[in-house]
């Protein structure tokens, strides 16, 4: 308890209320308080049946205790090694987002770009590309990371949940960690009516990661402004000045559009302006 109050101020979390008053343990049951209070007497937590893990596990961080393996004996194995394995995971992660993640991000950053895809492939994988017939568009602006260790560390969903977690402590948004395919080769190639040729690749399933560091996301698209002539008026240059107060000049603001929004509207959805010549 003494650290919650240190000089230190290492676990800052303790507030007063507007008393002045430290309310401790508050939110804490008194079913997980009792348990924790053997820790005083022994140096040990013995979690009985029916005590959840997880409020077990917050009741310590918020006491200062350290929960390990040496602190705690429970019943329930699983419960207690997903927990060591969340704190394994999060310091894991920490090592591999400083070591192999982040110089990508900075080399994507000194490009002028605003996000970073990463696809993790295996020490052993091949990319290996024909360059008259590249894979489908999108698949040339992934970064590639070979990495065996981060791999098989994205394998587990518990992972990928702990590392966006991470990533989002960090100020990163955006976040998006899964599997996708990835083409690694050309595997064959189909000839089609007309000599156009198609070239079929060889996909495996790797871990990737996506996140962004944009701060003006919302502002970035793209906006057509439409200035439209009142039809009240037949020549906006010679009325000039004289224009009455009756008549107005409408300026339309239609709503923000991507122009790729645009290209990929179906054909019954364009606008006349928008039709090619």
């Known amino acids: ?8 101020r290492e676990y800052n979390f303790t507030r007063p209320n507007e008393k002045g008053e430290y309310e401790i343990a508050e939110g804490i049951s008194s079913a997980v308080f009792r348990t924790v209070l053997d820790y005083y007497k022994t140096g040990i937590i013995n979690c009985p049946d029916g005590i ?4 077990l596990r917050d009741t310590c961080d918020y006491l200062c205790i350290n929960f390990d393996f040496n602190t705690i004996k429970c019943q329930d194995l699983s419960a207690l090694l997903h927990e060591l394995s969340n704190d394994g995971a999060h310091k894991q992660f920490d090592s591999y987002l400083e070591e192999l993640i982040l110089p990508i991000m900075v080399a994507s950053a000194r490009k002028g770009e605003r996000e970073c895809h990463i696809v993790v492939l295996t020490d052993e994988d091949t990319v290996d590309w024909d360059e008259d017939h590249p894979p489908p568009m999108g698949e040339e602006y992934s970064q590639i990371l070979y990495s065996s260790k981060l791999y098989r560390f994205f394998k587990y969903i518990e992972n990928r949940d702990v590392a966006k977690a991470v990533l989002k402590e960090r100020g990163l948004k955006n976040i998006r960690i899964g599997i996708e ?3 690694t080769c050309k595997e064959k190639v189909k000839r089609r009516p007309g000599g156009r040729s198609e070239v079929i690749y060889n996909y495996v399933q790797r871990p990737f990661i996506q996140m962004s560091w944009e701060k003006e996301e919302g502002k970035s698209r793209h906006v057509d402004f439409q200035c439209v002539r009142s039809k009240s008026l037949t020549n906006l240059v010679t009325v000039g000045d004289d224009v009455s107060e009756d008549h107005e000049v409408i300026m339309h603001h239609p709503p923000q559009v991507d122009e790729l929004d645009r290209l990929n509207a179906p054909f019954s959805q364009m606008v006349v302006n928008d039709l090619p010549d």
């Open 52 to 55: 959840s893990i997880p409020d």
């Open 181 to 183: 395919g990835y083409p």
């Open 1 to 8: 308890l003494c650290r919650m109050f240190g000089p230190g």
